[in-house]
């Protein structure tokens, strides 16, 4: 960069800065011309900085400061769901330019629930042989051969007594089991990528935080059957996975999925899992399965990332996949990251930088181990209303970090009034959600900032109270109300209003949204309006407009 001119003196004397620039004594009239231009050249440079540093002030004073956002919610809430619709509103070339890796991602889903179908097949068998019901054999339950056990469910079971063992099914178990072996490959892909990989920094790249947060250091974990799940700290290894490819940032827009994969290639996990789709399409459409995992209790289609009932659409050669795929993949996630994208106002006058940031929902890392107990009630998923909800001990422990959030989004999912937290099956999910609400909302650090509720997964509530199972039965403050959807979600809305009303330190207005995150156009709208509301608030703070 061309050296700033600066002449003068200090204090009468000669600035000896100034002094070096003197010319030369002896200078012949050339070299004082080349002299010259050259100051001329240097001066020019000169102002174009100052120019530039100017319009940088200009711009930073006219957007202001940016947007933030914080995600909240218990594991598979939807909070990274939610991140991704802003995403595909904002960004969505972007967006799509990472299909080739949620492609894995859906791969990973489909073998884990397969893993899940196969477990349960070979502890039935050596549970109680022979238990394996002929094609046909068995009557079917409507709820429990779709997903949800209850007492369809346990009719189905009854049925399943009478059973004999189905050599078709074990030999297509046996075909399938290596399959399995793909886990531990696209595991590897998304969890370890290539460490030699750039990381490009981009609006939408997930970032560490700063200052460094408490959270770093989690590593993706393996247990049972549902806790098998892979989860990825978005800044360390998703953020490399995804970018891992050469893909710089310029070219990161106009990337085509089809660059990323090698489809040629037997070995690649979705030609494997391409050539074994007829078997897979067999296992899934097997009534003897549908017996067996309602027998356990398993509710297949209620779970993340499920793709079973597109086995055909997934494992076709030269599967991409589908923005809808994209927001129904399930990758859990660890840590905390944030993400920046720009959005326009209303009237697409002025660009504004909003940050999300996406915590990761397990308790670990959203509750203290204390809260834990409060609603181990000696019958599984059972609790007892809102009352011991008020009493948590300790602040949970990423509060500090966030205390500056223009808004927080709270995602409850509300059809897992029957579910059981994964970490802890003594404790059912809509209490812990509760319980959550109410750490947030009444913390004093938080006090100040707008929270807006997403009352999550109402498609899963309406086909569960479709199907009967009956909130009263886990939530016995509901009483007779009729078991409908609009009469629970009318409900639920009260309970989380009431606490909100009881609880927070200052008086705040109640946003909140029946969604399903899974649905690109109605959230689309819910954040749009969402995103203008948090915008014009902020013009206003900047006295942009009145
Ligand atoms: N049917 C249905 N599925 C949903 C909905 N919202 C989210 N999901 C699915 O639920 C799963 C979990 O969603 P995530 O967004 O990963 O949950 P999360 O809150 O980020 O979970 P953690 O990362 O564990 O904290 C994903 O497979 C989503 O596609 C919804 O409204 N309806
Ligand atoms: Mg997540």
Redesign the pocket.
Known sequence: MAARVFRGTVGGDMDPFAAALEPPANESPAQRQARMVQERVAKQTSDDIDEQIGREKRDARRQGKPVKIL?L????????????NFQLMCEPKAFRAERASWRAIIHL?VIRSIRIILDALAHAQINSSPIIPAFGDSPRSSYASGSISGSEGRNSYQSSINSRPDMDLMSLRARLVPLLALEDELTRQIANPDPDATQPETPSTARSLSPPSPFSGFRRRAGKEKEREV?VNLNSSKRTFFHSRNNTMSDRASLDTQHMVDWDDPNEPGALLHASSDDLQRLWAHPAVKEVLARRGLRLQEE???FLDELKEVTAPRYVPTDEHI????????GVSEHRMRLNDPNGAITREFRIF?????RS?VSVTSRLRLHSLPFPLIFGGASCLLNFPRPPRWVPYFDDMDAIIF?A?I?AFDQALVEDRRVNRLADSLDLWAQVITHPLLAKTNIILFM?????MQAKLAAGVRLADFYPAYGRRPNDFDSASKFLKKQFGAILKQKSPVPRIFYCHL?????AKTTTLVLAGIKDMLMRSHLKESHLIL
């Open positions: 995600l919610g218990q594991s598979e809430s939807g909070k990274s769901t939610t991140l991704k889903n989860a993340s990332g499920f927001l129904r993949a399930r990758l859990k996630t660890l996406d915590v990761g929902g397990q890392m995602l999912p059809s999550n997964k109402i498609d899963l969604t399903h995150v899974i649905e």
